[in-house]
Protein backbone atom coordinates (compact mmCIF):
# COMPACT_ATOMS: atom_id res chain seq x y z
CA UNK A 1 0.00 0.00 0.00
CA UNK A 2 1.48 3.36 -0.77
CA UNK A 3 2.29 6.17 1.86
CA UNK A 4 -0.52 8.35 2.52
CA UNK A 5 0.39 11.19 -0.37
CA UNK A 6 1.60 14.53 0.68
CA UNK A 7 -1.34 16.90 0.02
CA UNK A 8 -3.50 15.17 2.19
CA UNK A 9 -3.03 15.60 6.10
CA UNK A 10 0.71 16.97 5.66
CA UNK A 11 3.73 15.49 7.40
CA UNK A 12 5.77 16.50 10.37
CA UNK A 13 6.69 20.10 10.03
CA UNK A 14 10.72 19.07 8.85
CA UNK A 15 9.60 16.79 6.45
CA UNK A 16 7.02 19.06 4.89
CA UNK A 17 8.26 20.34 1.14
CA UNK A 18 6.04 23.14 -0.33
CA UNK A 19 4.71 22.59 -4.03
CA UNK A 20 7.06 23.92 -6.43
CA UNK A 21 4.67 25.94 -8.03
CA UNK A 22 1.84 27.13 -5.80
CA UNK A 23 -0.73 28.13 -8.51
CA UNK A 24 -4.23 27.13 -9.81
CA UNK A 25 -2.07 24.41 -12.37
CA UNK A 26 -1.34 22.54 -8.83
CA UNK A 27 -4.51 22.68 -6.88
CA UNK A 28 -6.79 22.01 -10.04
CA UNK A 29 -5.38 18.56 -10.03
CA UNK A 30 -6.20 17.73 -6.85
CA UNK A 31 -9.70 19.61 -6.88
CA UNK A 32 -10.36 18.66 -10.73
CA UNK A 33 -11.61 15.17 -9.99
CA UNK A 34 -13.93 16.20 -7.27
CA UNK A 35 -15.72 18.44 -9.31
CA UNK A 36 -15.56 16.31 -12.44
CA UNK A 37 -16.86 13.10 -10.14
CA UNK A 38 -19.74 15.37 -8.80
CA UNK A 39 -21.43 16.93 -11.85
CA UNK A 40 -20.75 13.72 -13.53
CA UNK A 41 -22.56 11.65 -10.69
CA UNK A 42 -25.21 15.10 -10.31
CA UNK A 43 -26.35 14.77 -13.75
CA UNK A 44 -26.27 10.48 -14.00
CA UNK A 45 -29.14 10.53 -11.27
CA UNK A 46 -30.73 13.74 -11.69
CA UNK A 47 -33.87 11.99 -13.65
CA UNK A 48 -34.72 10.45 -10.07
CA UNK A 49 -35.63 13.55 -8.85
CA UNK A 50 -38.68 13.69 -11.20
CA UNK A 51 -39.45 10.22 -8.83
CA UNK A 52 -42.71 9.29 -6.81
CA UNK A 53 -42.93 6.71 -4.11
CA UNK A 54 -42.22 3.09 -4.06
CA UNK A 55 -44.52 2.57 -1.85
CA UNK A 56 -41.58 -0.26 0.08
CA UNK A 57 -40.60 1.87 3.50
CA UNK A 58 -40.92 5.33 2.19
CA UNK A 59 -45.04 5.78 2.73
CA UNK A 60 -44.34 4.61 6.11
CA UNK A 61 -41.38 7.06 6.39
CA UNK A 62 -42.93 10.26 5.01
CA UNK A 63 -46.37 9.48 4.31
CA UNK A 64 -47.72 8.31 7.36
CA UNK A 65 -45.25 10.62 9.45
CA UNK A 66 -46.08 14.04 7.69
CA UNK A 67 -47.20 15.49 10.72
CA UNK A 68 -44.53 15.06 12.89
CA UNK A 69 -42.34 15.80 9.89
CA UNK A 70 -44.49 18.95 8.68
CA UNK A 71 -42.86 20.82 12.21
CA UNK A 72 -39.39 21.63 12.29
CA UNK A 73 -38.82 21.86 16.15
CA UNK A 74 -39.43 18.27 16.33
CA UNK A 75 -36.25 18.00 15.19
CA UNK A 76 -34.95 17.91 18.84
CA UNK A 77 -37.43 14.86 19.69
CA UNK A 78 -35.89 12.46 17.19
CA UNK A 79 -33.25 11.17 19.90
CA UNK A 80 -35.77 10.96 22.44
CA UNK A 81 -38.81 9.25 20.16
CA UNK A 82 -40.09 6.19 18.71
CA UNK A 83 -40.18 7.07 15.29
CA UNK A 84 -40.11 3.76 13.12
CA UNK A 85 -40.49 1.16 14.61
CA UNK A 86 -37.34 -0.63 16.82
CA UNK A 87 -35.55 1.68 14.87
CA UNK A 88 -33.69 4.31 16.27
CA UNK A 89 -32.00 6.11 13.45
CA UNK A 90 -31.89 10.01 14.88
CA UNK A 91 -30.45 11.30 11.64
CA UNK A 92 -31.97 9.40 9.17
CA UNK A 93 -35.60 10.50 10.66
CA UNK A 94 -34.08 14.46 10.98
CA UNK A 95 -33.55 14.58 6.77
CA UNK A 96 -37.09 13.43 6.49
CA UNK A 97 -38.06 16.49 8.68
CA UNK A 98 -35.42 19.04 7.03
CA UNK A 99 -36.81 17.92 3.31
CA UNK A 100 -40.44 17.95 4.58
CA UNK A 101 -39.79 21.83 5.38
CA UNK A 102 -39.04 22.26 1.27
CA UNK A 103 -42.03 19.99 -0.11
CA UNK A 104 -44.05 18.28 2.61
CA UNK A 105 -45.57 15.20 1.33
CA UNK A 106 -44.10 15.70 -2.38
CA UNK A 107 -41.60 13.60 -3.63
CA UNK A 108 -39.41 16.37 -5.29
CA UNK A 109 -36.96 17.77 -2.15
CA UNK A 110 -36.50 13.80 -0.36
CA UNK A 111 -35.43 12.76 -3.95
CA UNK A 112 -33.39 15.63 -4.76
CA UNK A 113 -31.13 15.32 -0.86
CA UNK A 114 -30.78 11.41 -1.90
CA UNK A 115 -29.10 12.40 -4.97
CA UNK A 116 -27.18 14.68 -2.77
CA UNK A 117 -26.17 12.57 -0.43
CA UNK A 118 -25.28 9.86 -2.58
CA UNK A 119 -23.27 12.38 -4.68
CA UNK A 120 -21.33 13.61 -1.44
CA UNK A 121 -20.51 9.67 -0.33
CA UNK A 122 -18.74 8.86 -3.58
CA UNK A 123 -16.69 11.90 -3.10
CA UNK A 124 -15.49 10.25 0.01
CA UNK A 125 -14.82 7.12 -1.53
CA UNK A 126 -12.33 9.15 -3.89
CA UNK A 127 -11.00 10.51 -1.07
CA UNK A 128 -10.32 7.77 0.44
CA UNK A 129 -8.88 6.00 -2.42
CA UNK A 130 -6.13 8.87 -2.91
CA UNK A 131 -5.46 9.07 1.04
CA UNK A 132 -4.30 5.17 0.14
CA UNK A 133 -3.08 5.64 -3.55
CA UNK A 134 -3.06 9.23 -4.74
CA UNK A 135 -4.42 10.35 -8.05
CA UNK A 136 -4.27 8.92 -11.20
CA UNK A 137 -6.28 7.14 -13.68
CA UNK A 138 -6.39 3.49 -12.26
CA UNK A 139 -7.87 5.61 -8.73
CA UNK A 140 -10.16 7.17 -11.38
CA UNK A 141 -11.80 4.99 -13.20
CA UNK A 142 -12.36 2.91 -10.31
CA UNK A 143 -14.62 5.58 -8.53
CA UNK A 144 -16.63 5.79 -11.96
CA UNK A 145 -16.90 2.16 -11.45
CA UNK A 146 -18.39 2.56 -7.79
CA UNK A 147 -20.68 5.89 -8.76
CA UNK A 148 -22.14 3.97 -11.77
CA UNK A 149 -22.58 0.69 -10.64
CA UNK A 150 -25.86 -0.37 -10.65
CA UNK A 151 -25.97 -2.08 -7.04
CA UNK A 152 -26.16 1.26 -5.85
CA UNK A 153 -29.08 3.07 -7.89
CA UNK A 154 -31.23 2.42 -5.04
CA UNK A 155 -29.35 4.75 -2.71
CA UNK A 156 -29.74 7.75 -5.26
CA UNK A 157 -33.41 6.77 -6.41
CA UNK A 158 -35.02 4.71 -3.93
CA UNK A 159 -35.72 7.89 -0.79
CA UNK A 160 -35.23 4.72 2.46
CA UNK A 161 -31.81 3.88 0.49
CA UNK A 162 -30.38 7.38 1.65
CA UNK A 163 -29.38 5.66 5.12
CA UNK A 164 -25.86 4.06 3.67
CA UNK A 165 -25.14 7.12 1.83
CA UNK A 166 -25.57 9.30 5.07
CA UNK A 167 -23.63 6.30 7.03
CA UNK A 168 -21.03 6.66 4.23
CA UNK A 169 -20.78 10.59 4.81
CA UNK A 170 -19.88 10.26 8.20
CA UNK A 171 -18.44 6.71 8.85
CA UNK A 172 -15.11 7.94 5.94
CA UNK A 173 -14.21 10.91 7.69
CA UNK A 174 -14.53 8.83 11.13
CA UNK A 175 -11.70 6.10 9.64
CA UNK A 176 -9.43 8.96 7.63
CA UNK A 177 -9.06 11.21 10.96
CA UNK A 178 -8.25 7.95 12.81
CA UNK A 179 -5.89 6.65 10.15
CA UNK A 180 -4.54 10.29 10.00
CA UNK A 181 -4.40 10.39 13.76
CA UNK A 182 -2.36 7.54 14.43
CA UNK A 183 0.40 8.14 11.38
CA UNK A 184 0.47 11.97 12.51
CA UNK A 185 -0.63 12.52 15.98
CA UNK A 186 -2.82 15.46 17.27
CA UNK A 187 -5.58 15.11 19.86
CA UNK A 188 -7.69 17.21 17.84
CA UNK A 189 -8.21 14.39 14.99
CA UNK A 190 -9.08 11.89 18.00
CA UNK A 191 -11.45 13.65 18.82
CA UNK A 192 -13.20 14.75 15.62
CA UNK A 193 -13.08 11.20 14.79
CA UNK A 194 -14.90 10.51 17.91
CA UNK A 195 -17.80 12.65 16.90
CA UNK A 196 -17.64 11.20 13.41
CA UNK A 197 -18.16 7.87 15.47
CA UNK A 198 -20.86 9.54 17.30
CA UNK A 199 -22.65 10.50 14.06
CA UNK A 200 -22.33 6.88 12.62
CA UNK A 201 -24.07 5.23 15.46
CA UNK A 202 -26.81 7.75 15.35
CA UNK A 203 -27.14 6.69 11.31
CA UNK A 204 -27.49 3.71 11.75
CA UNK A 205 -26.89 0.87 14.23
CA UNK A 206 -24.80 -1.25 12.74
CA UNK A 207 -21.77 1.34 12.46
CA UNK A 208 -20.77 -0.22 15.83
CA UNK A 209 -18.11 -2.21 14.01
CA UNK A 210 -16.34 0.79 13.18
CA UNK A 211 -13.94 0.71 16.44
CA UNK A 212 -13.06 -2.87 15.76
CA UNK A 213 -12.30 -1.90 12.18
CA UNK A 214 -10.22 1.30 13.48
CA UNK A 215 -8.48 -1.05 15.98
CA UNK A 216 -7.21 -3.44 13.13
CA UNK A 217 -6.35 -0.70 10.77
CA UNK A 218 -4.20 0.27 13.63
CA UNK A 219 -2.62 -3.47 13.63
CA UNK A 220 -2.64 -4.24 10.11
CA UNK A 221 -2.10 -0.94 8.03
CA UNK A 222 -0.18 1.64 10.21
CA UNK A 223 1.67 -0.18 12.78
CA UNK A 224 2.53 -3.02 11.12
CA UNK A 225 4.08 -5.19 13.94
CA UNK A 226 7.23 -7.30 13.89
CA UNK A 227 5.46 -11.32 13.74
CA UNK A 228 9.06 -11.86 15.20
CA UNK A 229 7.64 -10.29 18.84
CA UNK A 230 4.62 -12.97 18.06
CA UNK A 231 1.06 -12.16 18.42
CA UNK A 232 0.04 -11.86 22.14
CA UNK A 233 2.80 -9.23 22.28
CA UNK A 234 2.19 -7.24 19.42
CA UNK A 235 -1.64 -7.29 20.77
CA UNK A 236 -1.32 -5.78 23.73
CA UNK A 237 1.28 -2.69 22.07
CA UNK A 238 -1.42 -1.78 19.92
CA UNK A 239 -3.81 -2.23 23.05
CA UNK A 240 -2.21 0.64 24.74
CA UNK A 241 -1.60 2.49 21.46
CA UNK A 242 -4.82 3.04 21.66
CA UNK A 243 -5.66 3.57 24.83
CA UNK A 244 -7.88 6.62 24.34
CA UNK A 245 -9.64 5.90 21.46
CA UNK A 246 -10.55 2.56 23.09
CA UNK A 247 -12.21 4.63 26.79
CA UNK A 248 -13.61 7.15 23.89
CA UNK A 249 -15.33 4.40 21.60
CA UNK A 250 -16.72 2.37 24.77
CA UNK A 251 -18.18 5.67 26.18
CA UNK A 252 -19.50 6.87 23.29
CA UNK A 253 -20.94 3.33 22.71
CA UNK A 254 -22.49 3.14 26.02
CA UNK A 255 -23.76 6.10 25.70
CA UNK A 256 -25.50 5.61 22.26
CA UNK A 257 -27.13 2.38 23.95
CA UNK A 258 -28.47 4.33 26.68
CA UNK A 259 -30.38 6.47 24.39
CA UNK A 260 -31.60 3.65 22.52
CA UNK A 261 -32.80 2.04 24.96
CA UNK A 262 -34.85 5.01 26.74
CA UNK A 263 -36.25 6.17 23.21
CA UNK A 264 -37.28 2.53 22.42
CA UNK A 265 -38.74 1.90 25.76
CA UNK A 266 -41.82 0.01 25.26
CA UNK A 267 -41.40 -0.84 22.03
CA UNK A 268 -42.41 -4.22 21.27
CA UNK A 269 -38.96 -5.74 18.99
CA UNK A 270 -38.74 -6.19 15.61
CA UNK A 271 -39.30 -9.94 15.29
CA UNK A 272 -36.04 -10.43 13.79
CA UNK A 273 -34.01 -13.61 14.72
CA UNK A 274 -30.60 -12.61 15.73
CA UNK A 275 -27.83 -14.94 16.76
CA UNK A 276 -24.83 -16.83 15.37
CA UNK A 277 -26.85 -19.41 13.64
CA UNK A 278 -28.56 -16.58 11.55
CA UNK A 279 -24.84 -16.06 10.38
CA UNK A 280 -24.75 -19.80 9.03
CA UNK A 281 -27.98 -19.38 7.36
CA UNK A 282 -27.34 -16.00 5.72
CA UNK A 283 -23.55 -16.62 4.19
CA UNK A 284 -24.78 -16.66 1.01
CA UNK A 285 -24.78 -12.61 1.44
CA UNK A 286 -21.37 -13.22 0.73
CA UNK A 287 -20.94 -14.78 -2.63
CA UNK A 288 -23.76 -13.20 -4.26
CA UNK A 289 -22.95 -9.36 -3.08
CA UNK A 290 -19.34 -10.34 -4.83
CA UNK A 291 -21.02 -12.18 -7.60
CA UNK A 292 -23.52 -8.70 -8.50
CA UNK A 293 -20.36 -6.28 -8.27
CA UNK A 294 -18.96 -7.76 -11.19
CA UNK A 295 -21.50 -9.25 -12.71
CA UNK A 296 -24.68 -7.03 -12.08
CA UNK A 297 -27.60 -9.40 -12.96
CA UNK A 298 -30.92 -9.66 -11.29
CA UNK A 299 -31.10 -6.48 -9.91
CA UNK A 300 -33.97 -5.85 -7.04
CA UNK A 301 -33.32 -3.89 -4.14
CA UNK A 302 -34.68 -6.81 -1.82
CA UNK A 303 -32.60 -9.61 -2.86
CA UNK A 304 -33.21 -13.31 -2.83
CA UNK A 305 -30.56 -16.41 -2.56
CA UNK A 306 -30.51 -18.58 -5.55
CA UNK A 307 -27.86 -21.17 -6.44
CA UNK A 308 -26.65 -19.94 -9.69
CA UNK A 309 -25.40 -16.51 -8.28
CA UNK A 310 -24.25 -17.71 -5.18
CA UNK A 311 -21.72 -20.01 -7.58
CA UNK A 312 -21.04 -17.31 -10.14
CA UNK A 313 -19.59 -15.39 -6.76
CA UNK A 314 -17.49 -18.55 -5.53
CA UNK A 315 -15.75 -18.57 -8.59
CA UNK A 316 -15.00 -14.86 -8.24
CA UNK A 317 -13.51 -15.07 -5.09
CA UNK A 318 -11.72 -18.24 -6.17
CA UNK A 319 -10.66 -16.07 -8.97
CA UNK A 320 -9.44 -13.43 -7.34
CA UNK A 321 -8.12 -15.38 -3.92
CA UNK A 322 -5.45 -17.06 -6.97
CA UNK A 323 -4.69 -13.65 -8.58
CA UNK A 324 -3.96 -11.82 -4.80
CA UNK A 325 -1.48 -14.72 -4.29
CA UNK A 326 0.29 -14.82 -7.43
CA UNK A 327 0.96 -11.02 -7.56
CA UNK A 328 2.08 -11.16 -3.80
CA UNK A 329 -0.35 -8.11 -2.31
CA UNK A 330 0.61 -7.68 1.21
CA UNK A 331 -1.16 -10.22 3.56
CA UNK A 332 -1.91 -7.51 6.37
CA UNK A 333 -3.46 -5.06 3.93
CA UNK A 334 -5.44 -8.29 2.16
CA UNK A 335 -6.78 -9.32 5.54
CA UNK A 336 -7.58 -5.97 6.75
CA UNK A 337 -9.78 -5.18 3.47
CA UNK A 338 -11.94 -8.91 3.86
CA UNK A 339 -12.53 -7.67 7.97
CA UNK A 340 -13.83 -4.95 6.25
CA UNK A 341 -16.01 -6.42 4.18
CA UNK A 342 -16.68 -8.72 6.38
CA UNK A 343 -17.39 -6.81 9.58
CA UNK A 344 -19.61 -4.32 7.71
CA UNK A 345 -22.23 -7.19 6.70
CA UNK A 346 -21.95 -9.53 9.88
CA UNK A 347 -24.95 -6.70 11.60
CA UNK A 348 -27.50 -7.14 8.79
CA UNK A 349 -26.46 -10.99 8.42
CA UNK A 350 -26.95 -12.07 11.97
CA UNK A 351 -30.48 -11.09 11.73
CA UNK A 352 -33.19 -12.87 9.59
CA UNK A 353 -37.02 -12.44 9.16
CA UNK A 354 -39.07 -14.43 12.00
CA UNK A 355 -41.58 -15.10 9.68
CA UNK A 356 -38.70 -16.51 7.11
CA UNK A 357 -37.78 -15.34 3.20
CA UNK A 358 -41.37 -12.96 2.58
CA UNK A 359 -39.73 -10.01 0.96
CA UNK A 360 -36.06 -10.87 0.60
CA UNK A 361 -32.96 -12.41 2.25
CA UNK A 362 -30.39 -9.52 1.50
CA UNK A 363 -30.69 -5.78 0.30
CA UNK A 364 -28.38 -4.84 -2.37
CA UNK A 365 -28.05 -1.17 -1.14
CA UNK A 366 -26.54 -2.79 1.96
CA UNK A 367 -23.12 -3.65 -0.07
CA UNK A 368 -22.47 0.36 -0.40
CA UNK A 369 -19.42 0.51 2.29
CA UNK A 370 -18.18 -3.10 2.35
CA UNK A 371 -17.99 -2.32 -1.55
CA UNK A 372 -14.62 -0.21 -0.91
CA UNK A 373 -13.03 -3.36 0.60
CA UNK A 374 -13.19 -5.11 -2.89
CA UNK A 375 -12.27 -1.98 -4.81
CA UNK A 376 -9.11 -1.50 -2.57
CA UNK A 377 -8.13 -4.90 -3.64
CA UNK A 378 -8.53 -4.62 -6.83
CA UNK A 379 -6.44 -1.23 -7.07
CA UNK A 380 -3.67 -3.25 -4.85
CA UNK A 381 -4.11 -6.01 -7.82
CA UNK A 382 -3.56 -3.49 -10.89
CA UNK A 383 -0.52 -2.07 -8.91
CA UNK A 384 1.06 -5.11 -8.68
CA UNK A 385 0.50 -5.40 -12.41
CA UNK A 386 0.71 -2.36 -14.00
CA UNK A 387 3.52 -0.07 -14.91
CA UNK A 388 2.82 3.60 -14.52
CA UNK A 389 4.02 4.04 -18.29
CA UNK A 390 0.34 1.89 -18.97
CA UNK A 391 -1.26 3.60 -16.92
CA UNK A 392 -3.24 5.78 -20.04
CA UNK A 393 -3.41 3.07 -21.78
CA UNK A 394 -5.41 0.85 -18.70
CA UNK A 395 -7.32 3.68 -18.67
CA UNK A 396 -8.39 4.25 -22.41
CA UNK A 397 -8.67 0.41 -23.52
CA UNK A 398 -10.34 -0.99 -20.63
CA UNK A 399 -11.44 1.20 -17.65
CA UNK A 400 -13.85 3.22 -20.43
CA UNK A 401 -15.70 0.42 -21.70
CA UNK A 402 -16.35 -1.08 -18.33
CA UNK A 403 -17.47 2.50 -16.97
CA UNK A 404 -19.68 2.58 -19.92
CA UNK A 405 -21.19 -1.31 -19.52
CA UNK A 406 -21.75 -0.84 -16.13
CA UNK A 407 -23.57 2.76 -16.25
CA UNK A 408 -25.87 1.42 -19.49
CA UNK A 409 -27.06 -0.74 -17.13
CA UNK A 410 -27.54 1.44 -14.54
CA UNK A 411 -28.91 3.57 -16.71
CA UNK A 412 -31.35 0.72 -17.81
CA UNK A 413 -32.39 -0.02 -14.30
CA UNK A 414 -32.93 3.32 -12.66
CA UNK A 415 -36.29 3.92 -13.73
CA UNK A 416 -37.20 1.04 -11.64
CA UNK A 417 -37.61 3.52 -9.23
CA UNK A 418 -39.87 5.75 -10.76
CA UNK A 419 -43.13 5.06 -9.22
CA UNK A 420 -44.90 1.85 -6.92
CA UNK A 421 -45.79 0.50 -9.90
CA UNK A 422 -42.32 -0.04 -11.91
CA UNK A 423 -40.72 -0.47 -8.79
CA UNK A 424 -43.00 -3.43 -8.05
CA UNK A 425 -43.14 -5.06 -11.70
CA UNK A 426 -38.97 -5.08 -11.72
CA UNK A 427 -39.71 -7.28 -8.44
CA UNK A 428 -41.78 -9.23 -10.13
CA UNK A 429 -39.85 -9.62 -13.10
CA UNK A 430 -36.67 -10.61 -11.19
CA UNK A 431 -38.63 -12.45 -8.29
CA UNK A 432 -41.64 -13.87 -10.25
CA UNK A 433 -41.40 -16.67 -7.72
CA UNK A 434 -42.18 -14.07 -4.77
CA UNK A 435 -45.87 -14.34 -3.33
CA UNK A 436 -45.47 -11.54 -1.05
CA UNK A 437 -43.74 -9.70 -4.83
CA UNK A 438 -46.53 -10.50 -6.44
CA UNK A 439 -49.15 -9.07 -3.94
CA UNK A 440 -47.32 -5.94 -3.68
CA UNK A 441 -47.44 -5.61 -7.50
CA UNK A 442 -51.40 -6.28 -7.47
CA UNK A 443 -51.63 -3.78 -5.28
CA UNK A 444 -49.65 -1.22 -7.23
CA UNK A 445 -51.58 -2.21 -10.61
CA UNK A 446 -54.85 -1.70 -8.55
CA UNK A 447 -53.91 1.79 -7.57
CA UNK A 448 -52.76 2.42 -11.24
CA UNK A 449 -56.11 1.74 -12.34
CA UNK A 450 -55.29 -1.76 -13.79
CA UNK A 451 -57.92 -4.40 -12.27
CA UNK A 452 -57.51 -7.14 -14.75
CA UNK A 453 -54.01 -7.28 -14.34
CA UNK A 454 -54.13 -6.72 -10.38
CA UNK A 455 -56.76 -9.51 -10.64
CA UNK A 456 -53.57 -11.58 -12.44
CA UNK A 457 -51.17 -10.44 -9.78
CA UNK A 458 -53.22 -11.65 -7.12
CA UNK A 459 -53.99 -14.91 -8.07
CA UNK A 460 -50.33 -15.87 -8.67
CA UNK A 461 -49.69 -14.82 -5.21
CA UNK A 462 -52.54 -16.74 -3.72
CA UNK A 463 -51.08 -19.80 -6.42
CA UNK A 464 -47.67 -19.45 -4.79
CA UNK A 465 -48.73 -19.15 -1.00
CA UNK A 466 -52.32 -20.20 -0.87
CA UNK A 467 -52.68 -19.90 2.74
CA UNK A 468 -52.15 -15.84 3.15
CA UNK A 469 -55.61 -14.35 3.81
CA UNK A 470 -54.61 -11.15 3.16
CA UNK A 471 -54.61 -12.18 -0.92
CA UNK A 472 -57.62 -13.05 -1.16
CA UNK A 473 -59.12 -10.07 1.10
CA UNK A 474 -57.41 -7.59 -1.23
CA UNK A 475 -58.24 -9.42 -4.48
CA UNK A 476 -61.11 -9.29 -3.08
CA UNK A 477 -61.65 -5.27 -2.88
CA UNK A 478 -60.57 -5.49 -7.26
CA UNK A 479 -64.42 -7.19 -7.69
CA UNK A 480 -65.82 -5.10 -4.53
CA UNK A 481 -64.72 -1.50 -5.96
CA UNK A 482 -63.23 -2.37 -9.72
CA UNK A 483 -65.32 -1.07 -13.16
CA UNK A 484 -67.40 -3.76 -13.05
CA UNK A 485 -68.01 -5.21 -9.98
CA UNK A 486 -68.41 -8.92 -8.75
CA UNK A 487 -69.36 -9.57 -5.28
CA UNK A 488 -70.50 -13.02 -5.70
CA UNK A 489 -66.85 -13.39 -6.53
CA UNK A 490 -65.92 -11.34 -3.87
CA UNK A 491 -67.78 -13.51 -1.47
CA UNK A 492 -66.00 -16.41 -2.51
CA UNK A 493 -62.69 -15.38 -2.54
CA UNK A 494 -63.35 -14.04 1.06
CA UNK A 495 -64.92 -16.82 1.91
CA UNK A 496 -61.67 -19.11 1.49
CA UNK A 497 -59.67 -16.24 3.76
CA UNK A 498 -62.61 -17.12 6.33
CA UNK A 499 -61.87 -20.81 6.19
CA UNK A 500 -57.83 -20.37 6.79
CA UNK A 501 -59.13 -19.09 10.42
CA UNK A 502 -58.40 -16.10 9.21
CA UNK A 503 -57.96 -12.52 12.01
CA UNK A 504 -57.72 -9.78 9.58
CA UNK A 505 -60.68 -7.53 10.45
CA UNK A 506 -60.05 -6.15 7.19
CA UNK A 507 -61.35 -9.94 5.46
CA UNK A 508 -64.55 -9.79 7.18
CA UNK A 509 -65.53 -5.92 6.76
CA UNK A 510 -64.92 -6.53 2.55
CA UNK A 511 -67.10 -9.63 3.38
CA UNK A 512 -69.86 -7.30 5.16
CA UNK A 513 -69.98 -5.00 1.86
CA UNK A 514 -69.89 -7.65 -0.36
CA UNK A 515 -73.17 -9.06 1.88
CA UNK A 516 -74.80 -5.58 1.97
CA UNK A 517 -74.69 -5.34 -2.22
CA UNK A 518 -75.88 -8.48 -2.26
CA UNK A 519 -78.73 -7.47 0.39
CA UNK A 520 -77.45 -10.53 2.37
CA UNK A 521 -78.49 -8.23 5.67
CA UNK A 522 -77.98 -11.20 8.51
CA UNK A 523 -74.95 -12.27 6.87
CA UNK A 524 -73.71 -8.54 6.30
CA UNK A 525 -74.34 -8.16 10.58
CA UNK A 526 -72.63 -11.28 11.30
CA UNK A 527 -69.27 -10.52 9.40
CA UNK A 528 -69.40 -6.95 10.71
CA UNK A 529 -69.73 -8.58 14.35
CA UNK A 530 -66.68 -10.76 14.07
CA UNK A 531 -64.70 -7.48 12.65
CA UNK A 532 -65.45 -5.58 15.42
CA UNK A 533 -64.89 -8.53 17.58
CA UNK A 534 -60.82 -9.03 15.94
CA UNK A 535 -60.65 -5.09 16.44
CA UNK A 536 -62.05 -4.05 19.88
CA UNK A 537 -61.40 -0.16 19.11
CA UNK A 538 -60.89 -0.44 15.49
CA UNK A 539 -63.14 2.88 14.84
CA UNK A 540 -63.80 1.85 10.74
CA UNK A 541 -65.18 -1.42 11.72
CA UNK A 542 -66.73 -0.33 14.91
CA UNK A 543 -68.54 2.67 12.66
CA UNK A 544 -69.57 0.14 9.87
CA UNK A 545 -71.52 -1.80 11.87
CA UNK A 546 -73.41 1.28 14.11
CA UNK A 547 -74.59 1.82 10.05
CA UNK A 548 -75.84 -1.59 9.81
CA UNK A 549 -77.39 -1.75 13.45
CA UNK A 550 -79.14 1.88 12.14
CA UNK A 551 -79.77 0.84 9.01
CA UNK A 552 -81.74 -2.10 10.27
CA UNK A 553 -83.61 -0.11 12.95
CA UNK A 554 -81.49 -1.92 15.53
CA UNK A 555 -81.45 1.32 17.78
CA UNK A 556 -80.20 -0.38 20.79
CA UNK A 557 -76.91 -1.98 19.52
CA UNK A 558 -76.79 0.97 16.67
CA UNK A 559 -76.49 3.28 20.06
CA UNK A 560 -74.26 1.18 21.67
CA UNK A 561 -71.62 0.86 18.55
CA UNK A 562 -72.10 4.73 18.16
CA UNK A 563 -70.53 5.52 21.47
CA UNK A 564 -67.53 2.97 21.29
CA UNK A 565 -67.16 4.27 17.32
CA UNK A 566 -66.87 8.23 19.37
CA UNK A 567 -64.60 6.49 22.15
CA UNK A 568 -62.27 5.32 19.65
CA UNK A 569 -62.21 8.31 17.24
CA UNK A 570 -63.93 11.54 18.11
CA UNK A 571 -64.25 12.43 14.47
CA UNK A 572 -66.28 10.44 12.38
CA UNK A 573 -69.30 12.49 11.38
CA UNK A 574 -71.86 9.44 10.90
CA UNK A 575 -71.74 8.28 14.83
CA UNK A 576 -72.61 11.71 16.05
CA UNK A 577 -75.42 12.06 13.42
CA UNK A 578 -76.80 8.79 14.28
CA UNK A 579 -76.65 9.34 17.74
CA UNK A 580 -78.44 12.39 17.92
CA UNK A 581 -80.79 11.29 15.51
CA UNK A 582 -81.54 8.31 17.80
CA UNK A 583 -81.76 10.57 21.38
CA UNK A 584 -83.81 12.91 19.12
CA UNK A 585 -86.76 9.65 18.35
CA UNK A 586 -86.29 8.64 21.86
CA UNK A 587 -87.42 11.63 23.60
CA UNK A 588 -83.57 12.47 25.23
CA UNK A 589 -83.66 15.92 24.37
CA UNK A 590 -80.99 16.59 27.03
CA UNK A 591 -78.41 14.25 25.57
CA UNK A 592 -79.24 15.31 22.28
CA UNK A 593 -78.22 19.10 23.18
CA UNK A 594 -74.89 17.82 24.49
CA UNK A 595 -74.19 16.53 20.75
CA UNK A 596 -75.35 20.06 19.55
CA UNK A 597 -71.87 22.24 20.06
CA UNK A 598 -69.70 19.32 18.55
CA UNK A 599 -72.52 19.02 15.38
CA UNK A 600 -72.34 22.60 14.57
CA UNK A 601 -67.83 22.12 14.87
CA UNK A 602 -68.29 19.34 12.51
CA UNK A 603 -70.24 21.84 10.00
CA UNK A 604 -73.50 19.98 10.14
CA UNK A 605 -76.94 22.31 9.92
CA UNK A 606 -79.61 20.96 12.55
CA UNK A 607 -82.82 21.04 11.34
CA UNK A 608 -84.92 23.93 12.72
CA UNK A 609 -87.50 21.42 14.58
CA UNK A 610 -84.88 19.80 16.57
CA UNK A 611 -83.41 22.91 17.69
CA UNK A 612 -86.72 23.95 18.69
CA UNK A 613 -87.47 20.54 20.36
CA UNK A 614 -83.51 21.16 22.38
CA UNK A 615 -84.09 24.71 23.10
CA UNK A 616 -84.82 24.24 26.47
CA UNK A 617 -82.16 22.08 27.26
CA UNK A 618 -79.19 24.31 25.33
Request: proline share 6%; net charge positive.
Amino acid sequence: MLKMPLYLYGKAKSEYIPPADPTWKVYSKLFAPYIILAILTFAFYMPAMHYDYSYLDDNSLILDNATFNANISNLSKIFSTNYYGALYRPFLFGSFIIDAQFSGIQPQAYHFANIIYFVISVLLVWRLITVLYGQGPIQFGFILLYAFHPLFVPLAAWIPGRNDSLLMMFWIPSFLLYYSYKAYGGKWRLWLHLAFYMCTLFTKESAIVLPVLCFFADYLLIAKPDKKNGFLHNFIGILQRNTLPIIGWIALSVIFLLMRYSALKGIPPSGDIVGPFELLRNIQTIPIIIAKAFIPLKLFVLGSYDWGMTGLGLGIIGIIAGILMNRKVEGSTILFWILWFLLILLPTMAASRKNGDIYFTYAEHRSFLPFIAILVLLIEILFKSISSNNWTLMKVFTFLPVVFVYAAIAWNYLPCYENRLSYWTQGAKVYPEKAEIQHALGKALYTADKPLLAVQAYKKAIELSPDQDIFYSDLSKVYLYGLNPDYEKAIAVLKVADSLESQDPTVFQNLTVAYEKKKMIPEALKAAEKAVRLSPNGATFLNNLTLLYFANKDYVNAEIMARRTIKAQDNILSCYTILFDILITQKRYLEAAELVPRLVKMGVKIPEAAMQLLQPYL
